[in-house]
């Protein structure tokens, strides 16, 4: 029977650091928790008429009153960036109506006669 050579130090030492960096990236891989009880939790407290409102809602919608409040914040989130492009839109919106506004006064000056870049009245 032959004799098995044995691998040099460097390549072993290569290897049993390969075999570290597997291991590490199985516990980085590793799947993440669904929501459940061990999601973060946070203790909100309401009156009975709105818990009427919200339990109305969630039954209406077939989830629970939990998964009804999750939707009603991330549909409140989304409503902030929606409102801030309103928002631009309404100041853009009023820039032009401002140049619009001032063309149609300089259109009329010059209509009746008048220098528009002259403001004495």
């Not at 009804?68 to 032009?96: C, K, M, N, P």
């Not at 010059?110 to 009245?121: A, C, I, T, W």
Request: net charge positive.
């Amino acid at each position: 029977m032959a004799k098995k050579k044995s691998l040099p130090r460097h390549v072993k030492q290569n290897l049993a650091s390969l075999d570290r960096m597997v291991e590490a990236s199985k516990e980085l891989a590793a799947p993440a928790k669904p929501p459940g009880r061990g999601s973060p939790q946070f203790v909100l407290r309401y009156s009975p008429e709105m818990r009427d409102k919200i339990a109305r809602l969630a039954k209406a919608n077939g989830r629970s009153i939990n998964s009804e409040l999750i939707a009603l914040l991330e549909r409140a989130l989304s409503y902030g960036d929606d409102v801030e492009q309103l928002q631009t839109s309404t100041g853009e919106l009023f820039d032009r109506l401002e140049k619009l506004e001032r063309l149609v006064r300089e259109h009329d000056d010059r209509l009746s006669g008048r220098d528009p870049y002259n403001v004495e009245k």
